[in-house]
T-cell receptor, first 115, second 115 residues
Framework: GAVVSQHPSWVICKSGTSVKIECRSL??????MFWYRQFPKQSLMLMAT?????????EQGVEKDKFLINHASLTLSTLTVTSAHPEDSSFYIC???????????FGAGTRLSVL | AQTVTQSQPEMSVQEAETVTLSCTYD???????LFWYKQPPSRQMILVIR??????QNATENRFSVNFQKAAKSFSLKISDSQLGDTAMYFC????????????FGTGTKLQVIP
């Protein structure tokens, strides 16, 4: 299957700082990428849909000024957690849609710990 | 809105035996896609199997097969000859057709394969 690279895999930061997470589709172009948040022992919660060349679409209850998404190319989307606080600590997962097969391929996830 | 229900929070199976994970969904759409994803302890989401609603034939991938009952809106996953590496969380997921559709995930079933 296709490969989606997500970086970093684990990040620890101080409260009030910003953190950027990258999601790259390595062997296919993805006009649409998705960002999820997963709490321990729970399912994936969609945060936003990232569309190449346009603004992201955020799910209800997700602060767009807090979670900045940029999808500047067909292979890269970034999620920036601005002014992170301990309650933002979580596991963040990205996925990229392969249009040819209509399958979402997932990154390995990023564990964010805010101190 | 679509909903996906997995009624078995946890299941266990003896190595080499067969186990079936249940999933039901609710939708008013006629064309859609259904998926089973596996999330092992590494937390990397891995596509196990995919079913297109317009196809009557049940999808199979080696030891994994589905029982797709469109009228009943049921999509169960059968794992044959269970292996220790099958130990993971399994998520059932639904995606409507028409492009740029979000994927809705069930709450997951934690499967433990016992040696």
């Amino acid at each position: 299957g296709a490969v989606v690279s997500q970086h970093p895999s684990w990040v620890i930061c101080k409260s009030g700082t910003s953190v950027k997470i990258e999601c790259r589709s390595l062997d296919f172009q993805a006009t649409t990428m998705f960002w999820y948040r997963q709490f321990p022992k729970q399912s994936l919660m969609l945060m936003a849909t990232s569309n190449e060349g346009s603004k992201a679409t955020y799910e209800q209850g997700v602060e767009k000024d807090k979670f900045l998404i940029n999808h500047a190319s067909l292979t890269l989307s970034t999620l920036t957690v601005t002014s992170a606080h301990p309650e933002d600590s979580s596991f963040y997962i990205c996925s990229a849609r392969d249009l040819l097969w209509n399958i979402q391929y997932f990154g390995a996830g990023t564990r964010l710990s805010v101190l | 809105a679509q909903t996906v229900t997995q009624s078995q929070p946890e299941m266990s199976v003896q190595e080499a035996e067969t186990v079936t994970l249940s999933c039901t969904y609710d939708t008013s759409e006629n064309n859609y896609y259904l998926f089973w994803y596996k999330q092992p302890p590494s937390r990397q989401m891995i596509l196990v199997i995919r079913q297109e609603a317009y196809k009557q034939q049940n999808a199979t991938e080696n030891r994994f097969s589905v029982n797709f009952q469109k009228a009943a809106k049921s999509f169960s996953l059968k794992i044959s000859d269970s292996q220790l590496g099958d130990t993971a969380m399994y998520f059932c997921a639904f995606e409507g057709s028409g492009g740029y559709q979000k994927v809705t995930f069930g709450t997951g079933t934690k499967l433990q394969v016992i040696p």
